[in-house]
């Protein structure tokens, strides 16, 4: 049995079985878990072991089936996004020994995916990232997955408070608790303290949101207003407010989160069907006030008195002032035309509420990261950052701590890597997912969708401040790890029969919203477009926002105002099927593919 909690100590780098307050190191390492799946690989390799024990097993292990055979992928949570140097360096090394793609991928979930890796290598990676701390202990499977939360938290101008020390309290009370080892589905968590939402709280089954109140004889106490029952997939939802306010400090986020954990988990009628076993269709079918009701009865047993929820040892504190560069004595500045500069310290470079510090999004294409990127990512955070970088739900990288002075020091390093592209979040910046590169349940190339729509914006050439901030997301599938339910303009991967034959599709959305105030889902149009039309689409709705709109009109505004028919009607002609021939051809392959397109949907390993 493993322990309910793992006892909390502040622990070194020379012995990282045991909780600690270095940058990165969140999840404690515990090795024999790497033995234990070399074992288990080793008797399943050789029929000594079923199938569907070993993928529970492997499942929790972070190591996730794809849809080609004797292959995986790898998924290593970096809690709130923390990652060090020395950890860039090891994913570089990994990747290099392990990856056959000799690439990682940043998720928009703030984790590193690392695809195609032989059974018995996945363990051999999965023990070396943990020399640096890295873990991807429930990464997978049923369990407690990455807890997300805001890049700029510590040190951005709008928070309340930093929510980092929390977030990582309850990422090392619920790793490896036995409550969350076998639930009907998956709970993901966010935590956010600023109004902007750059965690998307809303779309998680369980989310924190930065409050403080004033308590009589007490002054002012730190709290989160808690969220459960958001999700996207076939059946999108907000989260709605379980406790406007729930204290920090004192271990009571622990303690009511526990409760739903335990009520979710007796929830046997969700196990009947793992595609719908989400906290939100408990949430939907009976309501919020029904769980609280039931929060506050699971909080009257006898369990509550068996648990310590006292997160004093268990915080994540770290001063990362302490480990900021001090002022250089020389920096670099730009010679002659410095537009280029100028375009990405506007686009890419927000102050700190720290005077004298900014910090520096790194913009990440399709969130992929080759080994000597990493490696010189390395560099640049320990030249010019504080402690450490933290990846972003846009895929992106955040660096911290950065002199102002330093800046274009910092662009020019990533220049030389091919990262010092501006635009970060903004239209040219396409999120997806990885699709039928590597998913079972991918229906489309999103990723080469992903290429294909890019390319189109920079044709584009968009000046256009307002167009600039649209946003771009396309899903291999409904269920929306890219999250295109709250794009701007968002895709799905479908399909469109001809016949006997079929043509890679995608339905879209338009209108979302996650980001600078409530979340809202984009509306669904009612049409399918051919793969190869999407970019045209894209470029047709584009322009036509920007010759029709109101002055000074927002997309989301926009949309609401002319309503999705006009969006309908202006790319009708690209959905009309054509009959597959030499000269149609192209029509019927995906892109980055070479053969006819067809559906080979398998069974994911997430509902397992």
């Not at 009370?173 to 709970?187: D, G």
């Not at 106490?221 to 406790?243: C, D």
């Not at 903004?426 to 699709?435: A, M, Q």
């Not at 036509?544 to 009607?569: I, L, N």
Request: charged residues 30%; aromatic residues 8%.
């Amino acid at each position: 049995m493993e322990p309910v909690s793992i006892p909390a100590q502040r622990g070194t780098l020379e012995d990282p079985e045991v909780l600690q307050n270095v940058p990165g190191h969140v999840i404690p390492i515990l090795r024999r878990e790497y033995d234990d799946f070399k074992t288990e690989a080793t008797r399943f390799l050789e029929g000594e072991l079923a199938e569907d024990e070993f993928i529970k097993f492997r499942l929790k292990q972070g190591v996730y089936g794809q849809r080609q055979p004797d292959v995986q992928m790898i998924r290593v949570k970096l809690p709130f996004g923390g990652i060090t140097p020395e950890q860039l360096e090891k994913f570089a090394d990994v990747i290099e020994k392990y990856v056959p793609l000799n690439k990682g991928h940043i998720t928009t979930r703030q984790n590193i995916q690392m695809h195609h890796v032989p059974l018995l290598d996945a363990e051999k990676a999965i023990r070396e990232l943990g020399e640096v701390g890295l873990s991807s202990r429930e990464g997978c499977g049923n369990t407690m997955r990455n807890v997300t939360g805001d890049p700029w938290a510590g040190v951005a101008k709008d928070e309340l408070f930093d929510l980092t020390p929390y977030a990582g309290a309850y990422v090392r009370y619920f790793v490896r608790h036995p409550t969350t080892q076998a639930m009907p589905r998956k709970v993901k968590t966010a935590f956010d303290a600023s109004l902007q939402g750059r965690a998307i709280a809303e779309i998680h089954d369980i989310a924190f949101r930065a409050r403080v109140r004033e308590i009589e004889g007490r002054g002012e106490v730190r709290g989160a207003q808690m969220l459960v029952g958001g999700g996207t997939s076939i059946m999108p939802r907000t989260a709605p407010v379980l406790y406007e306010f729930v204290e920090l400090d004192n271990g009571d986020y622990l303690r009511i989160t526990e409760a739903v954990m335990r009520i979710f988990d007796r929830q046997e009628w969700l196990r009947a069907n793992r595609a719908r076993a989400r906290i939100k269709v408990f949430v939907d079918k009976y309501g919020i006030d029904e769980l609280r009701r039931q929060v506050e009865e699971e909080l009257e047993g006898e369990w509550v008195s068996e648990r310590d929820f006292s997160i004093e040892r268990r915080l994540f504190s770290d001063d990362e002032r302490e480990s900021a560069p001090a002022p250089p004595q020389t920096f670099g500045t730009p010679n002659g035309d410095t537009s280029e500069f100028e375009r990405f310290r506007a686009a890419n470079v927000a102050e700190q509420k720290q005077d004298g510090f900014v910090t520096v999004e790194v913009k990440v294409t399709r969130g992929d990261l080759q080994p000597e990127q990493l490696r010189g990512l390395a560099d640049i955070v320990r030249t010019y950052a504080g402690g450490y970088a933290r990846s972003t739900v846009q895929q992106n990288l955040v660096l911290r701590w950065v002199r102002h002075e330093s800046c274009y020091d910092v662009w020019r390093a990533l220049c030389e890597l091919g990262l010092g592209e501006p635009g970060s979040r903004e239209i040219s910046d396409v999120v997806s997912c990885p699709g039928t590169d590597s998913c079972k349940l991918g229906i489309t190339s999103s990723m080469g969708l992903n290429e294909a729509v890019q390319e189109r914006i920079e044709q584009m050439r968009i000046s256009d401040p307002l167009t600039r901030q649209i946003h771009i997301k396309m899903s291999g599938c409904p269920n929306g790890c890219a999250q295109h339910h709250v794009a701007d303009i968002g895709f799905y991967g479908a399909s469109i029969k001809v016949g006997e034959h079929t043509i890679p599709a995608y339905i879209a959305h338009v209108g979302g919203r996650y980001e600078g105030g409530d979340v809202a889902f984009g509306a669904r149009l009612k049409l399918r477009l051919p793969a190869k039309r999407v970019p045209e689409a894209v470029e047709r709705w584009i322009r036509h926002y920007e010759s029709t709109r109101q002055d000074g009109e927002a997309w989301d505004a926009f949309v609401g105002r002319v309503g999705t028919s006009e969006f309908e009607g202006l790319v009708k002609d690209l959905t009309l099927p054509v009959d597959f021939g030499l000269e149609t051809m192209n029509e019927f392959i995906d892109w980055n593919r070479g053969s006819p397109f067809k559906v080979e949907r398998g069974e994911g390993e997430c509902a397992v």
